[in-house]
């Protein structure tokens, strides 16, 4: 799995600019990568997923990317808002449902 | 629609002190699972079950049993509690194999503390 760290990452974004956020994974047999956004005090919440053979998918305010080759995910929301602010995790998952691999995470925080 | 419940939602325990968290979710979902959540780190799998009456182990099960004996509840039992096992449990709960339209639901999370 990933390693995690202590101190997350801060993305501090205008509102109503665009966000990207980024992940890399480790396993390359890895197939399904979901985003999720966590507020404080609260369980993550789905925003997207995305299989292994789909470069991109998208939602609404939200694209997810993902490049297979170097192993690596993106997050993208459109016009962000103040209610976007929260810390955003990917998941990777070999197959087994609800067994999860959880990376370190990154804050969004938006700025008025 | 209720989804996935976990309680209680915050928990003091004083060392070598045993007790539950209950998960249940109302969406006849197979695959259900615990994650733990320490401060500023991702969640990791504790143990994970693909049925009732099937268990596994996930990354960091030392320390917890979990049983399965009806498709809605996933109990997470604490043997000894340990001060490491401080943390945010959350449960969740999805219809399949991790796919697109298999969404996995999380609970709210319960808060537990060993002193």
């Known amino acids: 799995g990933e390693s995690v760290g202590l101190h997350l990452p801060t993305l501090s974004v205008q509102e109503g600019d665009n966000s990207i956020i980024n992940c890399a994974y480790s396993?390359?047999?890895?197939?399904?990568f979901i985003w999720y956004k966590q507020e404080s005090g609260k369980g993550p919440q789905f925003i997207i997923d995305?299989?292994?053979?789909?470069d991109k998918r998208q939602g609404q305010r939200v694209t997810v990317l993902l490049n297979k080759t170097v192993k690596h995910l993106s997050l993208q929301i459109a016009a962000t808002q103040p209610g976007d602010s929260a810390v955003y995790f990917c998941?990777?998952?070999?197959?087994?449902?609800?067994?999860?691999?959880f990376g370190t995470g990154t804050r969004l925080q938006v700025t008025l | 629609n209720a989804g996935v419940t976990q309680t209680p939602k915050f928990q003091v325990l004083k060392t070598g002190q045993s007790m539950t968290l209950q998960c249940a979710q109302d969406?006849?979902?197979?695959?259900m699972s615990w994650y733990r959540q320490d401060p500023g780190m991702g969640l990791r799998l504790i143990h994970y079950?693909?049925?009732?009456?099937?268990?596994d182990q996930g990354e960091v099960p030392n320390g917890y049993n979990v049983s399965r004996s009806t498709t809605e509840d996933f109990p997470l039992r604490l043997l000894s509690a340990a001060p490491s096992q401080t943390s945010v449990y959350f449960c969740?709960?999805?219809?399949?194999?991790?796919?697109?339209?298999?969404?996995?639901?999380f609970g709210e999370g319960s808060w537990l503390t060993v002193v």
């Open positions: 969740a709960s999805s219809y399949g194999v991790g796919s697109t339209g298999n969404t996995i639901y």
């Open positions: 396993n390359s047999a890895s197939d399904y």
């Open positions: 995305i299989r292994s053979n789909m």
């Open positions: 998941a990777e998952n070999t197959g087994t449902a609800s067994k999860l691999t």
């Open positions: 969406m006849n979902h197979e695959y």
């Open positions: 079950s693909v049925g009732a009456g099937i268990t």
